[in-house]
T-cell receptor, first 111, second 110 residues
Framework: DVKVTQSSRYLVKRTGEKVFLECVQD?????MFWYRQDPGLGLRLIYF???????EKGDIPEGYSVSREKKERFSLILESASTNQTSMYLC??????????FGPGTRLTVT | GENVEQHPSTLSVQEGDSAVIKCTYSDSASNYFPWYKQELGKRPQLIID?????GEKKDQRIAVTLNKTAKHFSLHITETQPEDSAVYFCAASISWKSTFGDGTTLTVKP
């Protein structure tokens, strides 16, 4: 079974803090994704990585950065958290053009 | 870029009835169309997918149809059960990128 895990299920941070969300997959997938999920807005792509140290901006990259130093790990960084970044964050991975396997999600609240 | 519209946003049916969710996409280069189901508090999981060289695919009570000319695809669930209640997302994919619809909340009333 493919397993995608995320470092936290729930996170509460203060405005201006630097926030790290980590994602790990165990299936040697080359592609990894970070999405943001808000009610009524579906899944919006923040960043994508297709290989170690490679990244591409998604549809809503502003205010976020990413890091992929190892194939199995993809980190999302909020340099200075703001209240409008309160959301559910989902990580996913896949290989080539195939189904994406999602992590359990991190519900981030910025106060 | 790709734009995916999904309708309806909410759908309520009686147990045993059929449910249909429709999606349209804008980029004719899209070639992979997955459907994901997300139960409350859980992660999205693939339930069925279809590639652009196929018009229809069925897996027990669920089926997906694709009309490439009209650029739309649909999810059909027959004999609905309460455990089918969830949010369903369609997606259209080009190469590595999937663009998701906004989701349909399906409620199956017992």
């Amino acid at each position: 079974d493919v397993k995608v895990t995320q470092s936290s299920r729930y996170l509460v941070k203060r405005t201006g803090e630097k926030v790290f969300l980590e994602c790990v997959q165990d299936m040697d997938h080359e592609n990894m994704f970070w999405y943001r999920q808000d009610p009524g807005l579906g899944l919006r792509l923040i960043y994508f990585s297709y290989d170690v140290k490679m990244k591409e901006k998604g549809d809503i990259p502003e205010g976020y950065s990413v890091s992929r130093e190892k194939k199995e790990r993809f980190s999302l960084i909020l340099e200075s958290a703001s209240t409008n970044q309160t959301s559910m964050y989902l990580c996913a991975s896949n290989t080539r053009v195939h189904e994406q396997y999602f992590g359990p999600g991190t519900r981030l609240t910025v106060t | 870029g790709e734009n995916v519209e999904q309708h309806p946003s909410t759908l309520s049916v009686q147990e045993g009835d059929s449910a249909v969710i429709k999606c349209t996409y804008s980029d004719s280069a899209s070639n992979y169309f997955p459907w994901y189901k997300q139960e409350l508090g859980k992660r999205p999981q693939l339930i069925i997918d279809i590639r652009s060289n196929v018009g229809e695919k069925k897996d027990q009570r669920i089926a997906v149809t694709l009309n490439k000319t009209a650029k739309h695809f649909s999810l059909h669930i027959t004999e609905t059960q309460p455990e089918d209640s969830a949010v369903y997302f369609c997606a259209a994919s080009i190469s590595w990128k999937s663009t998701f619809g906004d989701g349909t909340t399906l409620t199956v009333k017992p």
